[in-house]
């Protein structure tokens, strides 16, 4: 059984955390994030620690879940949270043109994406892309809107992967004979 509700979260300085009408708010040096306060979650604040406790058993999915979202706002308000993509491909790149990504990845036509207004897009070559932000949902939910508009094919690996993704490859037609 998962304990993760009931760990204790380490308020760095430099961070404030208030609950006001059901609402998160933690604010850093590097922004401020808000998320809604799950039902049936009280939270209690002392010695720059945090704590969050259930009003009864009904509520124990929404513990770890609320405890790990506020683990995450801290960290992205005092340290920030960054996802790298590469495409693999003849002829596929990726282009950062203001707050648009223009990607070309293999169709008749570039593919341009608008980038929110809370993310950072930057494209240190021609076939890498790092995506930065300090809220962990809208960065990954972004990555993985950039990833389908080529996913990687098993054949020759081409299309658009993480940094750390591992492609399982399959063999040809050739192979069956």
Do not use: C, W
Not at 50 to 58: G, Y
Not at 107 to 117: G, K, N, Q, R
Request: no cysteine; net charge positive.
């Amino acid at each position: 059984m998962s304990r993760i509700g009931n760990r204790v979260i380490l308020i760095p300085e430099g961070v404030t955390v208030t609950v006001d009408n059901g609402i998160v708010t933690v604010t850093g040096p590097k922004g401020t994030l808000t998320e809604k306060l799950l039902k049936g979650l009280i939270i209690k604040q002392a010695d720059g620690k945090l704590t969050i406790e259930r009003e009864n058993d009904l509520y124990k999915p929404n513990h770890g879940t609320m405890n790990s979202l506020i683990t995450n706002m801290i960290k992205g308000v005092t340290k920030g949270y960054e996802k790298g993509l590469e495409i693999v491909g003849v002829g596929y790149r990726f282009n950062v043109q203001g707050k648009k990504l223009v990607i070309n990845a293999g169709y008749s036509h570039p593919v341009e994406i608008e980038v929110p207004e809370d993310i950072t897009v930057e494209a240190p070559s021609n076939t890498e892309l790092t995506i930065k932000s300090i809220d962990k949902i809208k960065l990954g939910e972004f990555a993985a809107n950039v990833r389908k508009v080529r996913l990687p094919e098993p054949y020759k690996g081409k299309g658009i992967r993480y940094k750390d993704e591992h492609i399982r490859r399959k063999e040809g037609k050739k192979a069956a004979k």
